[in-house]
């Protein structure tokens, strides 16, 4: 007769109780479907998270859950644990709205499935209405001339710059933008192994060093870092939810535009890796170092 196996038993025990919370809509059950997101069983993980979603009606504290449901959402080692948590985590829109950033990451990352990235937009989706409904109860003012404007026109600016602009002047911020846009896309004029056409001499050898070793990264594209901040990082590595800037220049003006970024990435708590055209003779050697304390090469 085969012995009773005390694992296979906790496990189909712990499964019942995420069903059961979920089926009866225990609200004080909340913390304990916090708790069962830890457990080292995936199905049980899988069902906590889609009973915190039943939850949502019952309004528990849904700050502590979506901290909880983003957090399984980026760092659980199983992809349907990582969808179930982000479709949950889209029932608390208002709590989700102080995630965006995570989850706009998730929903761009092109080394998650499919579902999970899915999953990862509709939540999204959600944090950024309930962010429309919470605005369209104030009023909102242009940044550059100050006047009274829409909740059309204060959407608009925030998704294209981060910042509420009147019609007028969204036209010419888009003009400069899409100036600036040119000015930078002339600049490039260097192709990487890949194909990526970037700036500087050292920037292709950054890009070569991370495809050489089959590290998938980002390059020259805007990201949002916390609250309606924008930054636009030289390279990104979605996988390690890592930045690479590399600083080709001493000027006061270049100087002061990298302080500004260096502050905006402490500000945000993003990991980052500081490069300087001073280290251009040792530069591949650099990087491993420094890639060294995140990634194992």
């Not at 060093?209 to 980002?218: C, G, K, M, P, T």
Request: overall charge positive; aromatic content about 10%.
């Amino acid at each position: 007769m085969a012995s009773h196996d005390p694992t296979v038993a906790e496990q189909q025990r712990l499964k019942a109780r995420a069903l059961e919370i979920g089926n009866t809509l225990d609200v004080d059950a909340e913390a304990e479907l916090r708790a069962l997101l830890q457990s080292p069983y995936p199905e049980v993980r899988r069902l906590a998270a889609s009973a915190l979603g039943k939850l949502a009606p019952r309004r528990p504290n849904e700050f502590l859950v979506a901290e909880a449901l983003a957090r399984a959402a980026e760092t659980d080692d199983r992809p349907q644990v990582r969808q179930y948590a982000l479709k949950a985590l889209a029932k608390y829109p208002r709590a989700a709205l102080a995630h965006l950033d995570r989850l706009r990451d998730l929903a761009r990352n092109p080394t998650l499935r499919d579902y999970v990235r899915a999953a990862a937009a509709e939540a999204v989706a959600a944090a950024q209405q309930a962010n429309r409904q919470a605005y369209a109860r104030t009023h909102h003012w242009c940044t550059r001339c100050r006047r009274i404007i829409g909740e059309e026109d204060f959407m608009q600016g925030m998704e294209l710059f981060g910042k509420p602009y009147c019609r007028h002047c969204l036209d010419e911020r888009i003009l400069e933008s899409k100036n600036f846009e040119l000015v930078v896309d002339e600049a490039k004029k260097k192709r990487t192994e890949d194909g990526t056409a970037v700036q500087s001499q050292g920037e292709r050898r950054i890009a070569d060093f991370l495809s050489q070793r089959r590290i998938a990264y980002v390059y020259d594209e805007r990201y949002r870092m916390a609250g309606d901040v924008r930054i636009r990082p030289d390279f990104y590595l979605p996988e390690f939810d890592l930045y690479i800037e590399y600083w080709g220049m001493d000027t006061p003006d270049y100087v002061a535009n990298m302080k500004k970024k260096l502050f905006l990435y402490q500000r945000a708590g993003k990991k980052l890796i500081s490069l300087s055209f001073r280290d251009f003779d040792r530069l591949e050697t650099i990087l491993a170092e420094k890639l060294a304390r995140y990634i194992r090469l």
